[in-house]
């Protein structure tokens, strides 16, 4: 959204082509009898309940319409269903390690775009991001007790987001997973050369979380980092991909 203004070509772009891969799995599922029966992962049962209750909101007597509420409802229902894809397609160990190995990479690169407009600045992120503007000066402002619009010091890059520190929140998220890469052993895991640069990565995701001054970024990253070597070192350890990745 910092690339292209918002624009809803692109926006719109995106949601297609995420249904397409929905739809896609979904028909091959049908017509495809080499696939094994679906399995359902951990937790679908409350992720079921969060589909009845966002599917309950429409009826809301202060929505602010029917369309409206349809329309809102993408930002929730959008991702359920690759929970279920995602475990169904991901059936190996081997298949997830190289799907985390992909994430870690391509958030690497979301990262180092935070890095470089926190190293250019404002003015230099407006001329080359123009989508940011609006998003640079929302974070930079904030309204005072008095109801006053005071600026707030600091530059929270927006990357790739459209939120100010954007960046910062999504690595939070991913740092345990690629974590989980380097605490891998055995036919799992990787050489030493490898590692080296993963704990590298690391690094460079938790200057960005201090830069984007998130701190339930940095929350979340200690907590899933140690509810990552829990899993590691015990007994589910031949799981542990499969259970990070739920």
Same mark, same amino acid.
């Given at each position: 959204?910092?690339?292209?203004?918002?624009?809803?070509?692109?926006?719109?772009?995106?949601?297609?082509?995420?249904?397409?891969?929905?739809?896609?799995?979904?028909?091959?599922?049908?017509?495809?009898?080499?696939?094994?029966?679906?399995?359902?992962?951990?937790?679908?049962?409350?992720?079921?309940?969060?589909?009845?209750?966002?599917?309950?909101?429409?009826?809301? %007597?202060? $929505?602010?319409? &029917? =369309?409206?509420?349809? +329309?809102? /409802?993408?930002?929730?229902?959008? *991702?359920?269903?690759? !929970? @279920?894809?995602?475990?169904?397609?991901?059936?190996?160990?081997?298949?997830?390690?190289?799907?985390?190995?992909?994430?870690?990479?391509?958030?690497?690169?979301?990262?180092?775009?935070?890095?470089?407009?926190?190293?250019?600045?404002?003015?230099?992120?407006?001329?080359?991001?123009?989508?940011?503007?609006?998003?640079?000066?929302?974070?930079?402002?904030?309204?005072?007790?008095?109801?006053?619009?005071?600026?707030?010091?600091?530059?929270?890059?927006?990357?790739?987001?459209?939120?100010?520190?954007?960046?910062?929140?999504?690595?939070?998220?991913?740092? %345990?997973? $690629?974590?989980? &890469? =380097?605490?891998?052993? +055995?036919? /799992?895991?990787?050489?030493?050369? *490898?590692?080296?640069? !993963? @704990?590298?990565?690391?690094?460079?995701?938790?200057?960005?979380?201090?830069?984007?001054?998130?701190?339930?970024?940095?929350?979340?990253?200690?907590?899933?980092?140690?509810?990552?070597?829990?899993?590691?070192?015990?007994?589910?350890?031949?799981?542990?991909?499969?259970?990070?990745?739920?």
């Amino acid at each position: 959204r910092g690339l292209f203004d918002s624009n809803p070509v692109a926006i719109v772009a995106r949601d297609i082509a995420l249904g397409v891969i929905v739809v896609g799995w979904g028909l091959q599922r049908l017509h495809s009898r080499s696939w094994d029966p679906l399995r359902f992962p951990p937790g679908s049962l409350l992720v079921a309940l969060f589909v009845i209750n966002c599917l309950l909101q429409i009826a809301n %007597p202060f $929505s602010p319409g &029917l =369309i409206q509420s349809i +329309g809102g /409802l993408k930002l929730h229902l959008a *991702v359920p269903p690759l !929970l @279920f894809l995602a475990y169904d397609v991901f059936r190996r160990p081997a298949q997830v390690r190289s799907l985390l190995l992909f994430l870690t990479l391509a958030t690497l690169v979301i990262g180092l775009v935070s890095l470089v407009q926190y190293i250019g600045g404002k003015d230099w992120t407006w001329a080359h991001f123009p989508g940011t503007k609006a998003v640079i000066l929302q974070a930079s402002h904030a309204t005072t007790p008095g109801g006053k619009i005071a600026e707030i010091a600091g530059f929270r890059p927006p990357g790739t987001t459209s939120i100010g520190g954007g960046v910062g929140t999504y690595i939070g998220s991913v740092f %345990p997973l $690629s974590f989980s &890469l =380097i605490m891998l052993s +055995g036919p /799992l895991g990787f050489s030493k050369k *490898v590692r080296t640069c !993963l @704990f590298g990565i690391l690094m460079v995701f938790f200057i960005i979380m201090l830069i984007n001054s998130v701190r339930s970024a940095l929350v979340s990253a200690v907590v899933g980092v140690l509810l990552s070597g829990l899993l590691i070192g015990g007994r589910l350890r031949g799981r542990m991909l499969k259970a990070v990745l739920v």
